[in-house]
């Protein structure tokens, strides 16, 4: 798309301007690191839990306000440089009509998996009629973060496949794997499909204000760089390329993928998030020049005493002090056990200590 043909949004663009985070994501000078957490709406916040209460996940992601107040909520507490929408990877999926329900400590299961050519069919293109209630959620929570950005997110297709395939979470993704080997056109015709599905859910979100958006393909690292490339990366590329034309950041993330950090880059991510298995200056040799970095404390550190999590934040500060861009976050999700206020202290200490 050339740039006289650029679509309209993000709304917020100028309200955000002066973001640390959007600052970070195209590699410009910050006032300070920013730092947002991964899962930092959720378990860990006793506000979260009581927002919630006898409300099931999936119908909490349908209902605007309460997507807003558990939006803000780590926001308030935390004071973190940005917001990320309440949602979950599977929510497109289940408004375009497939059965499938999240389950309290599994995730998400599907009633009836997909695993034939003739189960595409039930993979139909998302519109945004299918997804009012997103819209309506950004819209009100744009007006209230102010200058705060809003991340939207979405689940890649790899990772959207393994639950489809699967049928729910899966250790060794088998069944997932048997498809991208055993019957390579119709897993590019599924990868293919959830990509559009993919592309079309961060247009919503982005045309209704969010000022980044970040791809989760959370266990594509089960895959070796060979069969990535192959078998999955053209349909990253499309759901990256769908967006590219809003110059709203673009974050790529994967657990375990030292190993893919190359090809995520090369996808066509503008931020690269890194676990906490590779050191950022490491995953920067990886990724190549022009791409800013998220990361990377292992979230487990958070269980130790303050002064072992400052000592391991300031590590992960060091290796990323070369960097042309670094957004500060943990290598994976906020754990439901987390004690919120470690997190509070964690955001003071990364803002004081890069302060410029
Ligand atoms: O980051 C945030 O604060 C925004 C909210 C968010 C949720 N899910 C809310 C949620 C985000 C970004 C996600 C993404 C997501 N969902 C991913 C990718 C991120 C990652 O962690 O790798 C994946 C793999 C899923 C699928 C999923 N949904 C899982 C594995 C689970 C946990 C199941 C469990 O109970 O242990 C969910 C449910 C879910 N999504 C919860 C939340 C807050 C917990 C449900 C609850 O509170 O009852």
């Known amino acids: 798309m050339s740039a006289n043909e650029r679509p309209p949004g993000p709304k917020t663009t100028s309200a955000t301007h002066g973001s640390a985070f959007l600052k970070a994501c195209r590699r410009e000078p910050v006032p300070h690191t920013p730092v947002w957490f991964m899962r930092q709406a959720g ?13 099931a996940m999936l119908d909490s992601c349908m209902m605007p306000e309460l997507v807003t107040e558990i939006t803000l909520q780590p926001v308030r507490r935390h004071k973190v440089d940005a917001a990320i929408f309440f949602s979950d990877i599977v929510v497109p999926l289940k408004a375009i009509g497939i059965d499938l329900d999240i389950k309290p400590g599994v995730g998400p299961v599907i009633a009836e998996p997909v695993r034939t050519r003739a189960d595409l069919d039930r993979l139909r293109e998302l519109t945004p009629e299918d997804v009012t ?30 639950y489809l395939v699967e049928g729910g979470p899966s250790r060794n993704h088998e069944r997932t794997k048997a498809m991208m080997y055993g019957d390579p056109e119709l897993w590019a015709d599924l990868l293919d499909r959830l990509a559009g599905i993919t592309g079309a859910f961060l247009k919503v979100q982005i045309e209704a204000g969010a000022s980044a958006v970040q791809l989760f393909d959370s266990w594509v690292g089960a895959l070796a760089p060979a069969d990535y490339r192959r078998s999955v990366m ?29 090809l995520m880059g090369e996808a066509g991510a503008d931020v690269v998030g890194v676990d906490w ?41 060091d290796a990323a002090a070369g960097l042309e861009g670094h957004v500060f976050n943990l290598g994976h999700g906020v754990m439901p056990t987390t004690d919120p206020d470690a997190l509070t202290r964690l955001v003071e200490y990364v803002h004081e200590r890069t302060a410029r």
Do not use: C
């Open 234 to 262: 053209p349909a990253s590329t499309k759901v990256f390329d769908a967006v590219a034309g809003y110059g709203v950041p673009r974050i790529h993330f994967g657990v375990g993928t030292g190993e893919l950090l190359g």
């Open 133 to 162: 209630f997103v819209t309506q959620a950004i819209g009100m929570l744009t007006a209230e973060l102010g200058s705060t950005p809003l991340i939207g997110f979405a689940g890649a297709p790899f990772t959207l496949a393994s």
């Open 43 to 55: 378990r860990s916040l006793p506000e979260y839990l009581k927002a919630r209460e006898g409300i």
């Open 277 to 317: 298995r590779v050191p950022l200056d490491e995953g920067a040799r990886r990724v190549g020049p022009g791409k800013a970095l998220q990361g990377n404390l292992d979230p487990a550190v958070l269980f130790a005493p303050t002064a072992t999590v400052e000592a391991k934040t300031q590590e992960v500060l």
